[in-house]
């Protein structure tokens, strides 16, 4: 009777069990002998909140680009009809439908995994060294010697599993010439599903308390992650689009930079006129 009882007890203990407030402990850093940068960490994420604040006009400008390369080269060129864009824009709504109809805790592993290999990936880009990484649906952490904004970050703008697809494709494209390749138009259906991936775990998990976003200041964070995908999006969309260029693209920027101070200060006497 005893025995019985404690089973119902860790049973009844594990229906309470509460769901975590955040996916991942996202990054801890080892405990190894790191020069002084001589800045306070408040001071230092005060000096990027105004980087972030100073930031935000470009953040216009690059949706007002993406706006153009968006109507002039995908739907005033008609590449939205093609083959290609149909089997991207079906695989995004794939993974939107099992995202919000059918979230499973492996789906949530295999986000902390990609997150945490990103976090790995980027510390040794930086030259830095990984001693440990801990993945698990409930969350997951990095153990390692380096950490910058670009390390913590990485994992809410670099498409982890998009950039799997494309170098498994490319890998067999590259050793099984002399068979029949697949349609390209399969490889732009698990882009969009991967991407999508990307993006919808992003914007949830960007909702909730992520020590990656708190370390960097959360405006600082916001206006580069939103930069970061900006130009993502931006970069795939030229890649695609048989019409699209990144010399059109960058003039357009360049243009919309140059004039934002002048159609600002345009907009803001007609809303003084307007009130006047």
Same mark, same amino acid.
């Given at each position: 009777m005893p025995a019985k009882r404690k089973r119902i007890r860790n049973k009844r203990t594990r229906k309470r069990r509460p769901v975590p407030r955040q996916g991942l402990a996202a990054f801890v850093p080892a405990k190894t002998k790191t020069r002084s940068t001589g800045f306070d960490q408040s001071? %230092? &994420? =005060?000096f990027k909140f105004w980087?972030? &604040?100073? =930031? %935000?006009? #470009?953040c216009w400008v690059l949706i007002e680009t993406f706006l153009?390369?968006? !109507?002039a080269d995908t739907f005033g060129g008609d590449y939205w009809r093609s083959k290609e864009f149909l089997f991207f824009g079906v695989g995004c709504f794939l993974w939107l439908a099992l995202f919000y109809g059918f979230r499973t805790r492996f789906m949530m592993w295999c986000y902390v995994a990609g997150h945490e290999l990103t976090h790995a990936l980027f510390v040794l880009i930086c030259q830095g060294k990984v001693t440990k990484i801990h993945i698990s649906a409930e969350g997951g952490h990095v153990l390692t010697n380096r950490n910058n904004f670009l390390i913590s970050l990485s994992p809410y703008f670099f498409p982890f599993y998009t950039a799997v697809v494309i170098l498994i494709w490319? %890998? /067999?494209?590259w050793t099984l010439k002399e068979i029949k390749h697949p349609d390209t138009v399969w490889l732009y259906g698990l882009i969009g599903v991967s991407w999508m991936f990307h993006l919808t #775990? !992003? &914007?949830? /998990? &960007?909702?909730r308390e992520q020590p990656d976003l708190d370390q960097n200041g959360r405006l600082f964070s916001f206006v580069i992650i939103f930069i970061a995908n900006i130009l993502l999006i931006c970069t795939m969309l030229i890649i695609a689009s048989p019409t699209a260029t990144f010399e059109g693209f960058g003039v357009s920027l360049l243009e919309n930079t140059r004039t934002l101070f002048t159609r600002f200060i345009e907009s803001a006497r007609e809303v003084y006129g307007v009130f006047s």
């Open positions: 001071a %230092l &994420i =005060l980087i972030g &604040i100073l =930031l %935000l006009p #470009f153009v390369l968006l !109507t490319a %890998l /067999m494209e #775990f !992003t &914007i949830w /998990m &960007i909702r």
